[in-house]
């Protein structure tokens, strides 16, 4: 039934209210179609709407043509088509706006700078910044959350520092700047000068926190929170996952208000991530709207725990796929070392993007078909660092370290990643010399190791059973880069220390450590138990 008809002034700047916040293009002409008809058609103020209107639904063309039609446009028209441009991506016509008019206010050039800022020209952002008569907190907010998205940490800490007024938001942008450049640290402590908090800002510093697995102080700030909502919720689950505390996980997860699909997805990736394919799967089932990552979770654990038949068989029930469930197929025929079935669904694939190409490679490497590993490496459209990376570690784990070699000498750039894979192919391959001395070239580099590269190194010493190196790789992660040891670091340790005989002192470590024992520590643990003489 179309709308009842209505004189009132107010009628119709509710109805393009109602259909701005709906984003529905058919009824938004529909609405304008009803204020040309009326005795408002030209009305600035509506005018002003529609163009608003038109901007939300990302049609930068019919917002343009209301503009036209104004024929006095006011400082509020102008900020309107300039906000319009901006969300169409005009950056540049919104510049050719905003220097057509004559008289602009606060409002004018926070949009403009805020434009440039979020867009990365921070140059420019500077030099509207510098231009304008006054600013507010929102024009400081505005600037300082472009350098926060743009990861300009120094010019970030420069402007909080010279606010004249600070908001949330403020700390929330420094906050934010400090995470995105990895000082995590350095973000909870500002976290805990804020004058107060709020949703955002908590969960942020709760997901500082996860990353560092400052697991208790992540659990201290939630059960602060007067209120959380599912976006928190779902961080500290994943927390309490990541460091293998399913239980706690699980409890947080049964008291959840309403978990949405993405709470469900992070609770079975957090029963797959850690050998409990059961859990993982009876969870799933329980599932009342999976989404494609929620199969593509259970299809990644199976694929992890060489399960191919249950991944197939998952892989086949899905309603829907996109290229990440087709990766995740082929990386478990790979895991299965089931090469005719990989060949043939890369084959079948819709696309093949640096992934799919990188775990066929692989794949051939390991089944000793080097011959085809080549062959597919230049046919690959492209590639990047983990390509090479995921070459560099196949050739080092079959035994080929001159491929490995070679391969780092190809790569067009070396990152940390980069020499990461190389410092874990000599070690792999047993050559501890050559492992530590690349190491060493590594930092001499300028390059910082983290604690992914620190991991890659200890797994790579942890295989070849030669504990003291290992250790004293776990040692240089606290002591010498500051960095906080995973679950996964201390099993690497344990599985070095059974490796090389010592099965008290892996039984001790443990038994001693601040994890829950998951389905890979108890199969570490049984196969020492089981290869120990009697």
């Known amino acids: 039934m179309p709308p009842r008809r209505s004189d009132s002034y107010g009628f119709y700047a509710q109805l393009i209210h109602l259909c701005r916040s709906g984003k529905d293009l058919s009824r938004c002409k529909r609405v304008h179609e009803l204020v040309l008809e009326s005795q408002f058609s030209r009305d600035t103020f509506l005018l002003n709407l529609l163009v608003e209107m038109y901007g939300r639904c990302g049609r930068l063309d019919l917002a343009r043509a209301v503009f036209a039609t104004i024929s006095n446009p006011n400082s509020f028209s102008f900020n309107i088509i ?17 220097d057509k008019i ?11 700078l805020s434009a440039n800022a979020q867009s990365g020209n921070l140059l420019e952002a500077a030099m509207i910044f510098d231009r304008m008569p006054q600013h507010n907190v929102i024009t400081w907010n505005s600037f300082l959350g472009g350098c926060a998205r743009n990861q300009e940490l120094f010019s970030a800490l420069k402007l909080f520092d010279l606010m004249p007024e600070r908001s949330v938001i403020s700390w929330i942008n420094l906050l934010t700047a400090l995470s995105r450049k990895g000082h995590l640290q350095e973000a909870i ?22 990353e560092l697995q400052h697991i208790s102080r992540a659990r201290e700030i939630f059960d602060r929170m007067p209120e959380a909502d599912v976006v928190t919720w779902t961080t500290m689950i994943a927390a ?11 409890r947080l997860f049964d008291s959840m208000p309403k978990p949405d699909t993405v709470t469900w997805t992070t609770m ?21 709207y ?17 399960m191919a038949d249950d991944a197939l068989d998952l892989f086949q029930e899905m309603p829907k796929r996109d290229i990440l469930s087709w990766n995740e197929m082929l990386g478990a025929y790979v895991h299965g070392g089931d090469i005719p079935c990989a060949e043939l669904h890369f084959e079948k694939m819709p696309g093949h993007g640096v ?9 051939y490497v390991h089944d000793g078909r080097l011959g085809d590993a080549g062959r597919a490496l230049e046919r690959m459209p492209s590639r990047d660092c983990s390509t090479w990376r995921a070459l560099l570690e196949a050739y080092a784990r079959g035994g080929y370290i001159g491929l490995a070699e070679a391969s780092f000498q190809r790569m067009p750039e070396r990152n940390v990643v980069c020499w990461g894979a190389l410092i874990y192919g000599y070690a792999v391959s047993g050559d501890r010399a050559r492992a530590t001395r690349a190491f060493g070239v590594l930092s001499l580099e300028g390059f910082w190791p983290t604690i992914t590269t620190l991991g890659s190194v200890m797994s790579a010493f942890s295989s070849a059973g030669m504990a003291k190196e290992c250790r004293d790789f776990f040692g240089a992660m606290v002591l010498d880069f500051g960095l ?46 089981k290869s120990s003489p009697i």
């Open 355 to 363: 992934a799919a190409w990188t775990n066929l490679i692989v794949a």
């Open 189 to 210: 402590r500002t976290f805990l000068q804020m004058p107060e908090w709020n949703m955002v800002s908590s969960t942020l510093v709760i997901n500082c926190c996860a």
């Open 290 to 306: 999976p989404n494609v990552a929620s199969w593509n979770a259970m299809i990644h654990g199976y694929s992890h725990a060489a």
């Open 484 to 529: 906080m040891p995973r679950v996964e670091h201390y099993w690497l340790v344990v599985d070095a220390l059974g490796r090389a005989g010592d099965r008290a002192k892996a039984e001790d470590l443990a038994l001693s450590m601040p994890f829950q024992l998951d389905n890979v520590a108890r199969a570490i643990l049984l196969r020492y138990e």
């Open 240 to 250: 309490y996952g990541e460091i293998g505390n399913l239980e706690e996980a699980k």
């Open 82 to 98: 300039i906000s319009a441009c901006i969300q169409g991506n005009a950056i540049d016509e919104a510049r050719l706006v905003f």
């Open 102 to 112: 004559s008289q602009r206010n606060v409002v004018t050039w926070t949009t403009i």
């Open 268 to 288: 079975v990736t957090a029963y797959a991530h850690h050998g409990f394919m059961a859990e993982a799967r009876a969870l799933f089932d329980a599932m009342p």
